[in-house]
């Protein structure tokens, strides 16, 4: 699969947000996402997490299918 449009990743909302930040705390793989190169998500407690891992688990809730890093780009 090809990058998503961003028509179908503006489907995700602040609550995949808040639900991926969780299960990432919580431990879920980051799959195929690295560390971030440039900016963190830092959480109220200090803790850090990559955006792009935090986007691709939110928009794999929204979308309803595994979402990649391939499948879309960051910054």
Known sequence: MARIPAKQLNRVNSK???EAVEKLVGGAEIQDYGPSTDYDVVLDDGTRLAPKAVFGHAATKA?????LPRHFVGG
């Open 63 to 67: 979308l309803g299918f595994t979402v």
């Open 16 to 18: 995949h947000i808040i």
